[in-house]
DNA sequence: CCGACATATCGACGCCTGTCTATATCTGGT
DNA sequence: ACCAGATATAGACAGGCGTCGATATGTCGG
């Protein structure tokens, strides 16, 4: 999917018009955003009592098989919006917040 | 594309786990959002002194062929993040800030 | 009424991506 | 050492989407 860690990369596009490369940057975060199975795990892991997530346990839910379920946590590691802790042979997910404001931020206000 | 309305859909994802109806109707949302072109239009479009573009003029700027970027307007039309104005032969579009705030909102704050 | 302009629609093509099964890798316990 | 559990990787397949050229539709001016 040609991911990539999202950064802060312009003004609010309400603000100012985006360059190409500025709206290819920003088109690959929220491609990022636009699967269901990728919105529900990243809405799970920061809705999570202890702030955290456990891969095995996502699959039931989801209704997803394991390799696809690994397969988007990847996905939302390698664009820096979850942070992987792997613990032995589980490997546990925190939401990272400041990239979420990131594309909030992106859209304005 | 299957594109709909924009529209208030759920709490912040940062608040509590999406629904699989939710996270779908995200997803259909933030997918509009993940082209290059779309997020150009949309940009111009707001940062318009006039607060509003015409669809010839866009052309150009973007190099991409006329039928492409009608396709892209009416995508973003169609999800209610660009208002289409017909005037005559030519086609104004003006930016929907409620739209964005909508989605600036699932994802938190 | 005709030609130039503006936009939308159609059909086709190529690439990308989500999904699966099968398999590999690594870890922990017994 | 072995087995079971957890995760990652590989390969394949299907559907979706962006793009284009060609064409249709509609509109203004002379």
């Known amino acids: 999917m040609e991911v990539r860690r999202i950064e802060p990369c312009c003004a609010p596009i309400t603000d100012e018009a985006l360059s190409a490369e500025q709206s290819q940057e920003l088109a690959r975060a ?24 456990r891969a095995a346990d996502l699959v039931a839910p989801l209704g997803r098989s394991q390799p696809t379920v690994s397969h ?35 859209l304005g206000e």
Chains 1, 2 share one sequence.
Do not use: C, N
């Not at 955003?33 to 702030?51: E, H, K, M, N, Y």
């Not at 990847?74 to 404001?101: K, M, N, T």
């Open 72 to 106: 988007h946590l990847s996905v939302l590691a390698d664009a820096g919006l979850l942070l992987r802790d792997q613990r032995g042979r589980e490997a546990w997910f925190r939401p990272v917040h400041e990239r979420l404001a990131v594309l909030r931020a992106a």
């Open 30 to 53: 929220f491609k990022v955003l636009s699967d269901p199975v990728r919105l529900r795990l990243l809405s799970l892991a920061t809705a999570a009592p202890t702030g955290e997530i």
